[in-house]
Each structure stands twice: as structure tokens, then as C-alpha cells.
């Protein structure tokens, strides 16, 4: 060919010439030919069949460019920027010319592929110019494997690639393979790490080869600079592979896993993982470098963790694997004994635990719920030695993450103390140690101090220390272990507040105290100077005498500011500790100084000591003659009158505040009110430590807790001196000028004060002192802050919303609905408080702006505090209810309250008569309406209200039938429906239970429904106003109407709009609302259940309703197994009765209503059953008014009971008398005898031989619901007696060939056994039936079931709906409480049951006869994917057995 004499004729080419290449000479030709589609496609199968007659692959590459190879490389082929490229041949002509070369070769083609495309990876990876320990491409590294894979794909795309093959030869050369190479391989799906991971043979070097690789990247990955693009591409590998190990290696249903997939893969993946962390947690305990390469790896893998990279599986692996991850921090390297635990545990605490690992932690903590923690915490310490420094750093992390650690961590180690004595067991008594000494660590608001903790523990008659001789021993045996290694600390503690012993018993005491003074001498400590307020979290182990006495007199001054009172820890030092009080502790607080002239805290408490005759004489004598002494020395140059505004960071802002105060009285100097405003903004940055960059106008996000509200301590000091300064401003501008006419010096402060980031800290520090010190402050306090929350409202637009909480979830707030929120009327004072603020906020609102309209008082008043301004005023005073009289319009209503103190009465009755307040409420959202009425009078806990009990129903009365009930309903009122009032209030107490504020309050006060308080009042008048609805002149007569009663209405509205479904959260959420619907029903009138029938004729009292909510919803609400309470039977039965008595004929009346109940609601007859020695006496006694018995159908329960009673009767005659009817109301009698027997009373199957069958049948379904009850709730029923009771019935019914199996198959739409039963148990438990068969299973009669028609088809049916109640994860509430007690009661846990179903029917199916078959066609349609080897088994056994029905039916696979 010419182009193969192209090198020789290259020799003669002039210097300017260049040879052409193939593609250049076919161009020139197709130029000259004239285009024919034709024709092109000729020159393409001629191409074809020259390249498939050219035998030599190497020479054909070598003609179309390049110099020979010796063998095939597809490297040059996807270099594309390389001079030899082969950028002319296609995906197409590669798989022609691989396919040609195997088959010269004799190899098959996928296998040669796949050499040929391992070997390129290999030359593509050893082409870097990374280090050889790198794990990464480069840029051209990475193109060219891009163009690789392309062609990879393509081979795939025609079966031309072998994934095994590849994967085996990856492995021949591993030490060269980069792990950014298999990501991409992965990622293209051109083999799986999965695949690649199951292909090698040797498991441990595949876990060392992944963690060497992945440790590398973890290295290399934090060298990188976090925007170049290397840093992406390391993120991404990272990330995707450990979300990958995670999911496989933690897949907690196995379900969800393929037939196929390998078993090796996760062995592998927990490996790895495990690896990761160990290394991790070594560089750690190592104490590296921070820039070595093992604290970088550490680093990395740590951020990995504590990211959201595992948070984007969607399955529960994460939890899974975050568990195991704690399980492996706490058990790694165990090598610290418990008295090195003892002695290091003060350098555990949070703030000196590392951050990589607090910061895990907190991951942590995010999946794993506060008490799920302590629970695995406690399981690990259990059954493993344990690391404690890892374990008691996490308990750190975990009371100062959770504000509800410390009542867990509480509750937690009040067990294991009682543990401890009741077994005397050290092991438990030194975790309880342990763990109190690390919360107390912690400080004391967050933990009780470790000194409080001992000595509530042993320091009173009620310890569990002081129970027995024993008791005591083993707990100064414990004690005295203890002493070689305690921190000086504990031991003081120990002595200063020993515990409480008999004095028969004191020299146990004695003795430890000597042993503890002895070590204390050892290590030279006097007990003598141990400090009032001792803070073991300290560095050191015991303070200087002198430097812990300045801090006991700040702590204690401190205390008497806040309570006025000298502190019972000084009081208690002063008489048990005098030579640290009169040698340390007086010396340090009567330290000379210049007094100044207003008594300050701390004078203020030398006085109080002083009159409490705590200081002697002599030593305040010469206190006050060294402080005229210091008062007589001449200032020096420069020095303020008051030193303290001079010194310190806070000195100048003081300064600044002090000027503005002075400008404020001096009307001469109001035009330098703006400057003095300026210069406190610039100081206020100084005093926050803000540098000039970072004290711009942005306004930080504001998020606080509400109940607990925590400020650093720089931070209160600057907005306590804020709003010091504010309130002294408002009180000497007032002093001059109303508050229309001071100018705008308030909003100039609010904007300067708030501009610097300090909204979040202003108003934590509001929510303090409004919400839980309110009615402590006094009047000036009262009346400035009100007016700071006027300006910081209408200065809210221009701040972000306040997200507060707990209790409520995170939300969004304005700023005016902020300051409402705070405001609670629950108690007298807080009561008291919300008036005053609210006649402060709105008289200063009203004064401040008197000709602005409404919407400037929307933006500075919330309609909230408003509402609660009216609440308040017409509840305390009962004028306020009279028809209105009109103030005087033109007279502010600010005057009354200044000067303080003010008539807080009369200042909020002249504020309510004021024309321009009456005017605001005519706006409709200012009105309060009869919700928002209910709403806060929920909140009134009685126990502690300012109305007595007479005065607080007077104005309940009043407010419902005066005011809101005659009111229109465009105005928020009732229009003057009494139904509607009902409808209200019944909607506004349910939503008042979901809501915060019901969990605010106590539960000694109140009424406590559905897990909130509320006041047990408003139930009250719901009584009355329903028994006036029924006896009032509008009352229905006969039958309901058509709408049904009002109260049923509002259920099923309520219930419609709630989400439906078998998941946790769904149905937590509706039976919490039914648990409030029973309450309500309980406090109601019966006959709201029963309405009585029209006196003419004989017809049943209507429990249609009532019915309808027991089939429907109180149902499933009976968590034991099916039954309704005794208070809901009883209460029903009195409405009954009630309404029968009513009836022309009451027997009649009573007969028919329980005959309608046996069809139409059996579970109340069962229910009643069971309570049935309780409910019978009351029955008769409200029957006596009726001459004659009982009425028949009642007497039929009582029959029943009697049934019961003697079949389980030992001296009763065999064979039992026949059981009366109907049978399934023995059945539910004789069941609920056996559960109230013991063990003595066992059934006798003589007995039940001699009884019918369909009473066996019954009884062996309420067995059924037993067997279930004791899955879900193995605390409540014995699961050993439930499995037994079954098996004894079960095995009765198989004696007799009575047929069991339609139990399991049970539909609505049975007109026998199904419409009863169904409606006598929960759906969940009917749901579970299959795990109560299959716990069965040991009992079934050998072959003899096997044998019957229809066994295969419900053991197939029930099979298939275990699995999926398994997949749906709806057995898992019965694996996580029945592993609790599995050692005690024995049962399976799902997936062992599972198991052994599945294990049984395959041994079942060649044993099962050929009718057997004939149903299964439509279930394995619909089911039999879930267990494709059963379906095959059963696929098998068909064809073996030829059927001429059977082989007609095309839906049976």
C-alpha cells in the first residue's frame, strides 16, 4: 500500500514539506467525488472487510499512524493530546480490532478487553506525578481515564468486557492502582467496590489495602487547599465511600438486601470502619503533632463523621453504625484502671476533652436520642471493659449538650445506686461515683455539685446506706477503698458532710473521717480552708487559702445581691468553720477601700453580717478607721470620683452612660444627646472586645431558650449597664417632659445599643427578667423596660425574627410577639406582672405616639399583649365588666404611672376606660375573643391564682354567658349558640394540650390530660354548659339529630385531619389525642355516650356514636390486648342505665341495647367482662329502683362470669357444665379467668374436651391476642403463660380436628367469626397474628396439620405477612422489647422467627398434598417476590405433582 512506503519517501522531502496522514489524503479524495450516500456506505463494509483480512492489529495502527508496537495498548489510544494519538478511530473500530485479536489469540474477547483496559488503568496510574503514596490523578491523569472509560462502557454495552476478569487483574497489580481510579470505575459502573472488594480471596488483604488507601486520601486530602479542585474530588471519594462501607456494613434490614449480593462486603466495610477509628482515636491518645501526618488523617476522618456525609443514607444504617462507633469508642484500649479513672477524671471534663472528639460527640448525639445514649452507655458498661476516659468524656458531652441530661443522668445513676445495695456490688458502686463526680464537673447549672449529690444521697434516714448493718459496711468499705486515690476535694466533701449513721453504727464513721483527715494531712490539706463555694472543676487540685477567700466573697456578695439575704453557706461557715471564716474569709471581704457614697453590694453585706453580729467588734472597728483613711489620701492627676468607671474594659462605656444620664437632666444639653449616643455606640464595641471590622450594623441571628436563657458574663454586665442606663433615662427625661415630647434620644439608643450584634444578648437577657423574675422587679424597672420593648418593637422590622425554645420547636417570632410571649398568666404574681407591663407598654405607646395610626400601634404592640392587657383587667377587676364610662380622653394615661411607685389598680382601670384604648379594641385583631379568653384562662393554675374558687367560677359565668356567649360572632363571640360555646371550648382545650404552654406548668396543679395541665376549671363549666344544652328547652328528644352530638363531631373532624398510618409517629400522635378525647368524655355527663329513646315507644337508648368511636378508634387504643378501662365501661354503663331507668319499660329498653351491642360493638360486652367483679355491684345498686332481677341480657354476663368461675374450679364437676351463650361471650369470661388465675389454676384439657367447639374457637382467638400482647408488651403480660395458655388450647382443638386455621384468615366482610372478632381486638394485633402462628409453631401436632387443605395456604399467607411486617419495621417495637426479657421469657426475636418459618415450610412443602395447591395462585401473584426461593420450592413441588386445574392456571407465577 502507499501509505505503508511512507517513511522511506519522507527521506526526499524538502525541508517546508510534511507528510500527510491517512485521514488528509481521504479528505482530498472525497473533495474530488461527488457526495453519494450510496457510495459511502460501500466504502464503509469495504473498510470493514479490510480490516478483518488485515491479520497483523500492530500493523494495522502502525498504517494509520505511529510507529509498531509489540503489543496492543489503549493508552495512546485515549491520549489525546499526545503527537501519536489515534484520535481517528472510533469505539467501534477498537471493539473490531479487540475482537479480531482474541480471536487470533483463542482467547475469548470480554477476557482480553478486559487485560488490555487493566493494564492501561495501570500505565494511567504510574504516569502521575503524585508521590507514590498518593491516592489521587491528576488533571491528565484523570482525562485520560475519562476517554478510558468511555471505551470501558462501550465494551460493556456489547458484552465485550468481563467484570471478573478485570476485577482479577486490579488485583495483580493493587500496589499501583490509585483509589481515585476504583472511585471512578464505581461511579461509571464499570465494576462496583462491592464487586471488586468479594473478587479478591484473601479478606485481610483486602481490609488493608481499602484502609491504606483511605487513610492516604485522609492524609493527603487535608494538605489540600480547600478551594482547589483536588480538594473537591478527595471530598467526594471520601464521602462516597464511607456512606457506601456504612450502608453495607450496617444495613440493619436484610431484607432489603438481594439474593446475591455477597456476604463479604460487609465484613469488609465494618473492618475498614473499625480500622479508621482505631487509627483515629491512637493518633489522639497519642498526642501528635497537629500538622503531622497522623493527626491529619484523624482530623479528616473525624470531620468525615461528624458531617452530614452519613446523614444522607436514607436507611437506619447510620444509626446502626453510630452505635457501634460508640461501642468501639468506649472499648478502645481499656488500659485505665478504676483508681486511674479516680484520679485523672478531673482531666476529662468537656472543655479539656479534645475537639475532634467533642465534635463527634455532638454527631453523635444528633441521631442518637439522650435516652437511647444513656441506655447504650449503660449496656456497654455491662458487658465490656470499657476506656474511661472515653466513656466519662462522653457523659460530659452529653449533660452539657442535652438540657434534659441532668434528670436522665439523675434517674441513670439513682439505679445503679440502687443496684449497687441491693446486690453490693462495687462494680456498679464506683460507675455511680464516676459518673456523678463527671457531671458535677460540668458545674452546677448544669449538674447538681458533687457536695449536694452526696450528701441528698447518704445525708438522711432515707439512703439506701441505711437499710441494714450490711448497707453500711459495704458503703464505708467503699469509702475507704476510695482514699489512696481522691482528690482532696471529695474527701473534704466526705467529711464536711458525712453521711447519716445510727449512733449504734458511729464508729464506722469515725473511722473513715480519721482515715480521710489522715490522707489529707499525707498531702498537707487543711479541711479548715476548704472554700464555701469549692468549684471541683478547677485545674489545681486545692486553691491558696487567700485566693479561694476572694472568691468565696465575690460568690457570696453576689448571692446576697440577688436574694437580700446573707447566704446560708456563709451563716453555716461562720458556725461550724470559724477558723476559715474569721482567718480567711473576713480578711478578704473587709479589705480596706474608699466607700462610696451609695452602699454598694458589698458594704451592703458587711452591714448585714455586722447586724447579724458575724464580724466581732473589734475587727469592723479597724475596718472602718483603714477606710476613712483611705478616703482622707488625695486623688491623684486624672482619677474619677467613682474609680470603677476608669478601670476595666467596661470603664468607658460606664463613663459614656454616666454623660448621657447627666444630658438627660439638663435641658441645656439635649442637642448633645445624639453625640453622647454616638460615643456610647463606638465605646460599646470597646466593651465587647469587638475589633473595627466587626462592629458593623448586621444584626445577629437571634435564637434562646426560653426556660433556661443563658448569657456570658461579659455580655450581662454590658446590657445589665444598657438597661440600668435606660430605665435611670427614661425616669429623668420623664421628670422634665411626657414622652411625646422627650424627643427621639430612645430610639437613638434602642438603634446604637442593638446595632453591634447585642439583639441576641439584650433580649436573653429580657426573657430573664421578664419571664422568670418579673414580679420581683420594681416599678422604675417596670416602666423602663416596657417602654425599651415599645422602641425595640417598632425598631423590629429591621431585626430577623427571635427563634425561641424549648418547649416549643424552633420558630420564628417578631419582635412585639416576643415580648407577649413572655408574659404568663399562670400564677398570682406572674398575673400581677403581665397587668403592670402591659398598662406600662401601652400607656407609654399611647403617649409616645397619640396622633399615629393604628398600624404604627400594630408594629410597637403585639395584639398578644394587648389581648392580655383586657384579659387581666376583667378578670382581677370586676368593675372593668360594668358598662363602660369614658375617662377623660385628653389626660395621657402615663401620668398615673409616673412618678413610681404607681396605683398599678388605678392606672390600668383609667387606661381601660381611656376613649383612644376603647377605640384600638374596635380593631379586630386587638379584640379579645371567647378562644383567645379560653386560651389564656387555660393557662390559670387554681392552686395558685389570685381569685379564690367562688370568685374565679363568678367571672367564669360571666364571661361565658355575659360576654362571650351573646356576642356576635364576627366579633369573636358565640352569637349566643350554646353549642357553639361547647364546640369552642372543647376545639380551643385540644389545641391548648398540644401546645407549650400546657407543659410549662406543674402537675400538682391543674389537671393533667394527655401529658399537659390545664386548669381543671374550664372542664367544669363544660359540664354545666353540656348539661344545659341537654335539660334546656332547645333539647333534643329521642334520637340524636342527624348531625350527631356536638362533642362526636368535633372527634371526627379532628381525627380526619390527623395523618393516618402504622408508622411510630402517626400513631403516637392519634392516640395521644384520643387519650384526650377519653378524658373529656370521662368528665362529661354519661348520657353524652347514651341518649335516651322517646318515652312512647319501647326502643334502645342511641349509642350509635359512642359505638362508632369504639370500633373505630378506642379500639386500638387498648394496648393490653383488647379491652376498654373500667372508667370508660363504667361510665358507659351509667348512661345506659340511666337512660333505660328513663324508659317506659327499662328492662326492654337494657335488653334490646345489649342485644344491638353484641353486633354492632362486642368489645364493650367483653370489656365488661373483665371488669366484671366491679362493675356488677355498681349495676345492682343502680338498679334497685326497678322491681324485679337484673335484665336478661345482663343476667347472661353475670351467667358467663359463673361459667368461668367454676370451670376453672377445682372441686367443680368433670366434665363441665355446656357454656352459655352466646359462646364467644364465655369464651372472652373463661379467658379472662385464666389471665386473674396463678399457676395453680391451670386449664385441664378433661375439661375443655367437654365443651363445644365453637367456645374452643373463641377462646383460643382471645389466647391469640394474649400471645400477641406479650410481644408487644412482654412488661405487662408473661409471655411463657401466653405461649402456654395457646398451646394448651391449640392442642385441644387439634384432638378434636376442630378446625383453627380460619382464625388466621379472618375478613370484615365474615358474616360469622370475622364481623365479631375483628371488632374485639386492636388492628395492630390483628395485624400481628402471624408472629403469634409462627410462635406456635413448636406445638402444632406433628404431620396432622400439614395433612389439612387449607394449612399450606395460611402458613404461606402468614409467612409472606410476617415478612412484611418485618420489611415495614413494624416488628420492631416487639424485637426492642423483647430482647429486654428474652433470657427470662425465651421467645424469638422477629428475625429468629422469620427463620424458623421459613425453614419450616420449606420442610413442609413436598409433605403437603396435592389439594393443597389450588388457592395459591392469586397469593403468590401478589407476594411471592418476597422469597424467591420459597416460590421456587413451591414451583418445584407443583410440577411434581401434575393437576390438570393446576397446569390451567397461567397467574400462578
Known sequence: MSVSRAPGAATHQRPGDRRRTLPELLAGRARKMKLDPEREQKLRDSAVRLLRRQLNLSHLLLEVEGPPHKKLSLSQLIDRDSPKAHTGLSSSLIGSALRDQASQLGVPVAVLSSQVVASSIVQICEAGTEPSHGVLLDLEQRKKLSSLLEITQYLLAHSMFSRLSFCQEMWKVQNSLLLEAVWHLHKQNVVSLPELLESHADMQAVVAWLFRNLHGLCEQSEQMDTSCPQADIARAVLSDFVQLLV??????????????????????????LQ????????????????????????????????????????????????RHTLTQI????????????????????????????????????????????????????????????????????????????????????????????????????????????????????????????????????????????KALVFLFKFLSDLVPFEAPHYLQVHILHPPLVPSKYRFLLTDYVSLARTRLADLKVSIENMGLYEDLSSPGDIAEPHSQASQDVEKAIAVFEHTGRIPAAVMEASIFRRPYYVSHFLPALLTPRMLPRVPDGRAAFVEALKRADKIPPSLYATYRQACSAAEEKPAGPGM????????GPLGPLTAALQELRAAMTDPAQYDAISARVAVISQRLSSALGLSEDDSSSEVAKVQLSVLVPKLEQREQKVVDLLLTSFCQNLMAASSFAPPDRQGSWAARFVTATCGHRLLPAVLTRLCQLLHHQGPSLSASHVLGLAALAVHLSKAGPAFSDVHVSPPAPARGLSIPDFFSSLLTCGTKESTLFCLRFCTAA?????????????????????????????????????EARDPLSWGDAASPPWRSLYPPPADWQQAALRLWRHRTFQELLKEKGFHLTYRDWLQLELEIRPDMDSLSDMDRRHFHHWAIHERFLPEPS???????????ACTVLVDTLLDFCHSSQSREHSEDSGLVLGGCTWNRDVLSRLQEMVVDLEQGPAAPHGPSPAGGHFLFRIFRRRLQALASGWDVASRLQRQRELLMYRRILLGLPPSVLVSSPRAEQPAAPNCDEFFHLVNSELRNLCLHGGTLTHAVIVHFFRGLLNACLRCRDPSLAANLALTLCQTECP????????????LERELRCRWRCVPGPLPRELQRLHEAQRFAQSFLSPDAASPASPAPRPAWVSAAALYFAIQRAGEANRIGLEKLVCQGEELLVFLFFFSLMGLVSSHLTPHAVDFLKAVGVCAEILGCLQERNVPWLQLFQLTKTDAGLGRVLLRLAPDQHVRMLP???YSLLPYFDGDAPVREDTFLYVAVDMYLKLLALFVAGETSAASTLAARSQELQGQDDPVGLVTKARLFLLQSIPRCPRRSFSNMAELLATHGDCDPELKAALLSRWQATPDTGLSQEPRLF
Open 247 to 272: 450502608l453495607k456494613g450496617f444495613q440493619t434490614n436484610s431484607g432489603l438486601r438481594g439474593e446475591a449480593e455477597p456476604e463479604r462486603t460487609p465484613q469488609v466495610a465494618v473492618a475498614v
Open 275 to 322: 480500622r479508621m477509628l482505631a487509627s483515629a482515636l491512637e493518633a489522639l491518645a497519642a498526642g501528635v503533632q497537629e500538622e503531622s501526618s497522623a493527626h491529619r488523617a484523624a482530623r479528616c476522618w473525624f470531620s468525615v463523621l461528624s458531617g452530614h456525609t452519613c446523614s444522607m443514607i436514607s436507611t437506619d444504617s447510620p444509626k446502626s453504625f453510630f
Open 330 to 469: 468506649f472499648t478502645h484500649k481499656p488500659v485505665l484502671k478504676v483508681s486511674d479513672a479516680i484520679q485523672m477524671q478531673r482531666e476529662w471534663s468537656f472543655a479539656r476533652t479534645h475537639p475532634l472528639l467533642t465534635s463527634l460527640y455532638r454527631r453523635l448525639f444528633v441521631v442518637v436520642s439522650p435516652e437511647e445514649l444513656v441506655g447504650h452507655v449503660q449496656e456497654v458498661l455491662e458487658t465490656h471493659e470499657v476506656n474511661w476516659q472515653h466513656v466519662l468524656s462522653c457523659v460530659s458531652a452529653l449533660v452539657i449538650c442535652f438540657p434534659e441530661a441532668r434528670q436522665l443522668v439523675t434517674d441513670w445513676v439513682a439505679r445503679w445506686l440502687a443496684r449497687a445495695f441491693e446486690n453490693f456490688d462495687l462494680d456498679s458502686m464506683v460507675t455511680v461515683f464516676l459518673l456523678v463526680r463527671q457531671a458535677a464537673l460540668e458545674g452546677p447549672s448544669l449538674f447538681l455539685s458533687y457536695a449536694d449529690w452526696f450528701q441528698a444521697s447518704f445525708g438522711s434516714a432515707r439512703g439506701l446506706h441505711g437499710c441494714s448493718k
Open 640 to 647: 474619677k470620683a467613682d474609680p470603677s468607671c476608669a478601670e
Open 842 to 878: 401601652i400607656s407609654y405607646s399611647l403617649c409616645k405616639f397619640p396622633s399615629q395610626s393604628h398600624d404604627t400601634w400594630y408594629s410597637c404592640l403585639s395584639p398578644g399583649l394587648i389581648k392580655k392587657f383586657q384579659f387581666t383587667v376583667l378578670r382581677l377587676f370586676s
Open 970 to 980: 364576627a366579633a369573636g363571640g358565640c352569637d349566643g349558640d350554646l353549642e357553639t
Open 1163 to 1174: 368489645l364493650v360486652l367483653t370489656s365488661a367482662l373483665l371488669w366484671w367483679p366491679r
Open 1331 to 1333: 408472629l403469634a402462628f
